[in-house]
C-alpha cells in the first residue's frame, strides 16, 4: 500500500516537474532540488517565486483550474523574533 501511495506521489512529482521546468528556465521560479545523494519522498511539491504578488498570481491561476496550493510556511524573519534576532 505504502508503496503504491510512493509511486503516485513520485509520478505526480514528476510531472509537474516536467511541465514547470520552461518556466525555471526562464528564471520565473525555482523547483524543488534534491541532492543526488539523498531520496525525495514526494509527500509536497512546491516552487519558489521572486514575491508575493507572483505567489498570489500563481495561486488564484491554479485554484481556477481546480488545483489546491497552501502557502504553509512563513518566512522566518517575519516572526516578532526573527525581526528582533535578524
Known amino acids: 500500500m505504502l508503496d503504491s501511495i510512493a509511486k503516485r506521489c513520485r509520478g505526480f512529482y514528476e510531472i509537474c516537474r516536467h511541465h514547470l521546468e520552461p518556466l525555471e528556465a526562464e528564471g520565473l521560479l525555482r ?51 526573527g525581526k528582533e534576532f535578524g
Open 31 to 81: 523547483l524543488p532540488y534534491i541532492p543526488e545523494d539523498c531520496t525525495g519522498n514526494y509527500h509536497l511539491f512546491y516552487i519558489l517565486l521572486h514575491d508575493m504578488q507572483a505567489r498570489d498570481a500563481v495561486m488564484t491561476h491554479i485554484k481556477q483550474r481546480g488545483i489546491y496550493a497552501v502557502c504553509p510556511y512563513a518566512p522566518l524573519h517575519s516572526f516578532p523574533i
